[in-house]
């Protein structure tokens, strides 16, 4: 069964960093892209990031790109999110989510990490 | 970016009754290599969206076949054939056609 956990959420403040992570485990890891999509409190779902099976191929939504990085470790089969200078707009629920390739979609999501940045 | 629009924002229905869900993309969905990536998910309260309905029609496993999806080109519906009180939640549409991939903005299925 594939499962997906994310982790690191919390609290933060304007201008602060945080990193997500999420731990794979019911496939091959390293054999699937990975994404990151985030949800604003009572908000629909949004596209924030992905990346390649090699971590050679980076995309990122306008709106967190040059703030955030997403990485991936395959022997560790976890992704990350490393978040700088967030902003009160980052505000959400970010989830993980394995891609199905040859289908362009979203197959598999985690519980998600509720990010709140607050002062 | 690819606008999707989904309507209406919500949808009251009765149990045991049909209900249907529309998705209309600013752009074809139709790709350079002849696919159409559009997307169906679920997110019933309090959890995370779970996929029903890959490339327009294809059904994930483990979801009951009351649910159906149609569509061409920039319109699209999600069909459930008779609602079950486990069906209330909300609808995203999602493509996957044009980079970045976008969402529509959901619709939430309650039922009267």
């Known amino acids: 069964e594939v499962q997906l956990?994310?982790?690191?959420?919390?609290?933060?403040?304007?201008?602060?960093?945080?990193?997500?992570?999420?731990?794979?485990?019911?496939?091959?890891?390293?054999?699937h892209w990975m994404h990151w999509v985030r949800q604003?409190?009572?908000?629909?779902?949004?596209?924030v990031s992905r990346i390649s099976t090699d971590e050679r191929k980076l995309?990122?939504?306008?709106?967190?790109?040059?703030?955030?990085?997403i990485s991936r470790d395959n022997a560790k089969n976890t992704l990350y999110l490393q978040m700088n200078r967030l902003t009160v707009e980052d505000t959400a629920v970010y989830y993980c989510a394995r891609d199905h390739y040859g289908a362009n979609s979203l197959a598999s999501w985690g519980?998600?990490?509720?990010?709140?940045v607050s002062s | 970016d690819v606008v999707m629009t989904q309507s209406p924002l919500t949808l009251p229905v009765t149990l045991g009754q049909p209900a249907s869900i529309s998705c209309r993309s600013s752009q074809s969905l139709?790709?350079?290599?002849?696919?159409?990536?559009?997307?169906?998910f679920q997110q019933r309260p309090?959890?995370?969206?779970?996929?029903?309905?890959?490339?327009?029609?294809n059904r994930d496993s483990g979801v009951p076949d009351r649910f159906s999806g149609s569509g061409s080109?920039?319109?699209?519906?999600?069909?459930?054939?008779?609602?079950?009180?486990?069906?209330?939640?909300?609808?995203?549409?999602?493509?996957g056609t044009?980079?970045?991939?976008?969402?529509g903005q959901g619709i939430k299925v309650e039922i009267k």
């Open chain 2, 98 to 103: 044009h980079w970045p991939w976008t969402f």
């Open chain 1, 111 to 116: 519980q998600g990490t509720l990010v709140t």
């Open chain 1, 40 to 47: 604003a409190p009572g908000k629909g779902l949004v596209w």
């Open chain 2, 30 to 40: 139709v790709h350079s290599d002849g696919n159409t990536y559009l997307n169906w």
């Open chain 1, 5 to 31: 956990v994310e982790s690191g959420g919390g609290l933060i403040q304007p201008g602060g960093s945080l990193r997500l992570s999420c731990a794979a485990s019911g496939f091959t890891f390293s054999s």
């Open chain 1, 59 to 69: 995309h990122y939504a306008d709106s967190v790109k040059g703030r955030f990085i």
């Open chain 2, 73 to 95: 080109g920039t319109d699209f519906t999600l069909k459930i054939s008779r609602v079950e009180a486990e069906d209330v939640g909300v609808y995203y549409c999602m493509q």
């Open chain 2, 46 to 57: 309090g959890q995370s969206p779970r996929r029903l309905i890959y490339k327009v029609s």
